[in-house]
């Protein structure tokens, strides 16, 4: 494949081998091309590490562009370890570089490392990377670092370069928080002439459950003359119910045709399967012509959000079988599965596949799913051993599963310690207020109850409403 003599790269493009020259200014252009290649994932990633070893035996790795490239093209390609690694051989990151791995993990399920990563590191932030740290806090549920990012940007970035980059991001973690007003406000410094702000700005009213607003956004967006897109059209379908979101269906079917356009169809899966019609969720997924990874995932929370934790676990089996592999999203998808369906043994025996064979490291978010799946099967106290055993310390996500175990088994000591720990962790997270309240009221410490609620009256605490899958990717 390599011509060393020529240092050169022959690269399949459109059919035809073409001679590439690789050298430090072409190798970032040739890695993102290899990564966003349309070939199956296996390909891809083999095109990935050619050049990455081509690059080494050439010498022509050393620039910080291409060092940031092989960052993302790892990323792109669903080799999270080896972007991670890629990473940790920069010798001195620049801002870029923080702006990519913060992406990859992101984009892997693992928005909380990170932000440990960010709250580590010793650059300055651009806006690229304070949107790429925002993106990470919504996927996180961590509103006061998204605040903290909001006003350091604020105070350092040009406004109007900050707002392009960090403000689609800010618009729908504060519509999340139910903080309207705010989202509202941030969207008016954006350009009303662009699409992505519109987007945010629908997508924010869809994942905060304001559906008709989204609508009315929608149409205000059609009035102005602004043009859709795909990532509009992800964002109204957030906002469908089953009739509207047929009228969707059939108009993406008669504009952008068959199942082309994964973006789109994913999304169209994604709202089947929220408005409980997993079989034209099902019908819908094998029409998409070039599924990726999210795809699969879709479909996966699908049967997992409507009871079919079997075909769940199928589903994920049948994936390397494609020429697909799961990624970190993927095995949290199913492990959410197995507690929906009460498949215990066998969410234990994958979680104990992924940390022993496949060598993930575990997410939070799918240690939480463990201590779920054990509540919910009657076993509290090993849900409370497994805690105090991870190799990690928990963070909300964990401490909010136990909080939820706790109430499932009317445990008011271990639902206190775990309060203690979110009050600390999100203090302006209503729904663990309301839980801890109703907790000491099934007890009987009304007391304890009416203190817990005068904090939400006093705090004027708002519970956000619940975010689709597809929107959080």
């Not at 080896?82 to 990151?93: E, G, Q, T, V």
Request: glycine letters at 8%.
């Amino acid at each position: 494949m390599f011509d060393h003599a020529g240092c050169s790269i022959s690269a399949l493009d459109a059919g035809e081998r073409r001679g590439l020259p690789l050298d430090p200014l072409s190798l970032p252009r040739l890695l993102v091309s290899a990564a966003t290649s349309s070939s199956a994932s296996g390909a891809v990633a083999h095109a990935v590490s050619s050049l990455h070893a081509a690059a080494l035996k050439l010498g022509v790795l050393s620039s910080l562009p291409a060092s940031n490239a092989l960052v993302s093209a790892y990323s792109l390609s669903g080799h999270l370890p080896s972007a991670l690694r890629a990473f940790s051989l920069i010798p001195y990151p620049s801002t870029a570089s923080y702006t990519s791995i913060l992406s990859a993990l992101s984009r892997h399920g693992r928005p909380q490392e990170a932000l440990s990563l960010f709250a580590n590191s010793a650059v300055s932030p651009d806006s690229e990377l304070l949107s790429c740290v925002v993106s990470c806090c919504r996927r996180a549920s961590a509103f006061l670092p998204a605040r903290a990012a909001h006003a350091y940007g604020i105070k350092t970035a040009p406004l109007l370069a900050f707002y392009a980059s960090a403000g689609p991001a800010l618009v729908a973690l504060y519509a999340k928080y139910g903080k309207v007003a705010a989202a509202k406000r941030i969207f008016g410094r954006m350009d009303v002439e662009d699409v992505v702000s519109w987007n945010a700005m629908i997508g924010g009213f869809a994942g905060a459950g304001r559906d008709g607003e989204a609508w009315n956004c929608f149409r205000e967006m059609r009035t102005r003359g602004v043009r859709g897109n795909a990532r509009t059209a992800v964002a109204v379908l957030g906002a469908c119910d089953l009739e509207s979101g047929r009228q969707i269906h059939g108009y993406m079917v008669r504009n952008h045709g068959g199942g082309s356009n994964t973006i789109l169809w994913n999304a169209l899966v994604n709202m089947y399967s929220r408005v409980g019609c997993v079989s034209d969720a099902e019908h819908v997924f094998l029409e998409i012509e070039r599924k990726d990874v999210v795809s699969w995932n879709v479909m996966i929370g699908a049967f997992a959000n409507n009871g079919h934790g079997e075909r769940a676990l199928q589903l994920v089996n049948a994936m390397p079988c494609c020429g697909m592999q799961p990624d970190s999203v993927t095995f949290t998808t199913v492990l959410m599965a197995c507690c929906h369906c009460g498949l215990v043994d066998e969410g234990l025996a994958l979680f104990e596949n992924f940390v022993e064979n496949v060598a993930l490291i575990p997410t939070m978010e799918q240690c939480a799913c463990i201590v779920d799946l054990l509540a919910r099967a009657g076993r509290f106290g090993e849900a409370v051993d497994f805690i105090g055993q991870m190799p990690m310390r928990p963070n909300a996500i964990v401490w909010g599963s136990l909080l939820s175990a706790s109430k499932m088994h009317d445990n008011v000591d271990y639902a206190q310690i775990a309060f203690e720990q979110l009050v600390q962790l999100e203090p302006e997270n209503p729904g663990n207020f309301v839980t801890m309240s109703n907790i000491y009221a099934k007890a009987g410490m009304v007391e304890d109850a009416k203190k817990v609620r005068m904090m939400i009256d006093r705090e004027e605490l708002v519970k956000p409403s619940g975010q689709s899958f597809v929107q959080a990717m």
